[in-house]
């Protein structure tokens, strides 16, 4: 019927174009793509944390301490419920930031483990536990050490699909955020859960209200 | 002929798989269902054929986020709603001259612009003056006011020139794609 149109001739040649490159796509590719940008991104945070602020001196003995794997138990389990979402929010039919509510379960955790250490220590110290000796930089440096891993994510996102950007930047945000907090453990040398359930979420946090903000003009394709 | 989703399902996994000519099966079989979803949806006949070229550049470019496991046409029909979002979120660059400037800002047309094509190389196609007024007010940052003062022209002369000259720009992109 409109066999000669031109309009329907450019498309049929479209079609023959694209179709000369046909890559096979590995099966789980938007985990991978994702897993690949972080880890990317991860190298160089990590670099900046050995260049800018040392690893903690006490690093082989804080391996066999409680508030190392408390720390880390807790922005792991944020970083790959991260994941999880931007995985989801990397299709096109999407999902909802709803799918965040299993971050509740770790941020209790720690939050009944800071009252419990605070019931244990004299109301006078309250403050100096709460502020650590780093409660004014703890954030920023998440912050900063959020941006390679964010750069990464967006690499991955070059070969995937969100329709909704801004939960998908918040996702995305969110994923650096946890993931450099994981990295910056390795400097860090503040033991109280209440500094971490504080600082360290405050930095998580700005890095995803930054995704968040970003994410419809950075992510659109 | 319209396909079954497992049909279609079939070519697109086998095309994931590297099966070259299913994919162009597929892409094939889409077309008629793109041309009757967009059909639906606008109002016109002219934007219908370049929506239906750039969702199949898209299918194309974004296919590893297909699941395999899932239906084929929820995906499909996600990926030409957000081109059919995108396509009327950039044609809104022909309107009343009054508005162009906010939406300019809104829209971010110069940033998409750039990402998409060499600047240089998308204004030699313009009249010596529409260029000038485009990238004066657009790239260079002046005001209306100063570019009709360097270029020894009227404020409105600016106004129209930039209009025309965006409103062709628009034209030329929408003809490459």
Redesign the interface.
């Known amino acids: 019927m409109m066999a000669h149109d031109p309009d329907t001739n450019s498309t049929e040649r479209l079609i023959a174009a694209l179709s000369a490159d046909v890559p096979a796509i590995p099966p789980r590719f938007i985990g991978r793509r994702i897993a690949l940008g972080i880890a990317g991104g991860g190298v160089v945070s990590i670099g900046l944390v050995f260049a800018l602020f040392g690893m903690r001196p006490d690093f082989p003995q804080a391996l066999f301490g409680f508030s190392f794997w408390m720390k880390w138990a807790y922005t792991l389990s944020l970083g790959l419920i991260a994941v999880a979402a931007t995985v989801r929010l990397a299709r096109p039919e999407g999902g909802s930031l709803r799918m965040l509510w299993p971050l509740a379960l770790p941020i209790l955790l720690l939050a009944a483990l800071a009252i419990e250490e605070m019931s244990r220590t004299p109301m006078r110290d309250w403050l100096s536990m709460w502020l650590g000796g780093s409660w004014n930089r703890c954030p920023w440096r998440v912050l900063l050490l959020a941006v390679p891993i964010f750069l990464g994510l967006l690499w991955s996102f070059r070969k995937l699909a969100p329709t909704n950007l801004r939960a998908a930047g918040a996702a995305a945000g969110l994923a650096a955020g946890a993931w450099a907090a994981t990295i910056y453990c390795l400097h860090c040398d503040e033991y109280a859960a209440v500094f971490v359930l504080t600082w360290y979420s405050l930095g998580i946090l700005l890095a995803t209200g930054l995704g968040a903000l970003i994410g419809p003009r950075v992510l659109r394709w | 002929m319209r396909h079954s989703e497992a049909e279609l399902r079939t070519w697109m996994t086998a ?7 299913a ?2 099966e597929l ?2 079989a889409l ?1 008629p269902l793109l041309r009757s979803f967009f059909r639906r949806r606008m109002r016109g006949e002219e934007d219908i ?1 370049d929506l ?2 750039e969702t ?3 299918i ?6 297909y ?2 496991d ?1 239906p084929f046409t ?2 499909l029909y ?2 030409a ?2 081109r059919l979002i ?1 396509h009327l979120r950039r044609r809104r660059v022909s309107v009343p001259i009054e508005e162009v400037e906010a939406i300019l800002v809104t829209e ?1 047309f110069e ?1 998409a612009v750039t990402a998409r094509v060499d600047v240089d190389r998308l204004l030699s196609g313009l009249s010596g003056k529409q260029a000038r007024a485009i990238r004066d007010t657009h790239l260079e940052g002046l005001s209306v006011a100063e570019a009709a003062e360097q270029a020894r022209i009227g404020q409105s002369d600016v106004k129209v020139s930039v209009h025309r000259g965006l409103k062709a720009l628009a034209a030329r992109l929408r003809g490459q794609e």
Do not use: C, F, N
């Open positions: 095309g994931l798989d590297g099966d070259a000519a994919h162009a892409l094939r077309v054929e239906v070229q199949l550049i898209a194309h470019t974004k296919r590893g986020t699941d395999r899932r929820a995906w996600a990926v709603r957000y995108d971010g940033e």
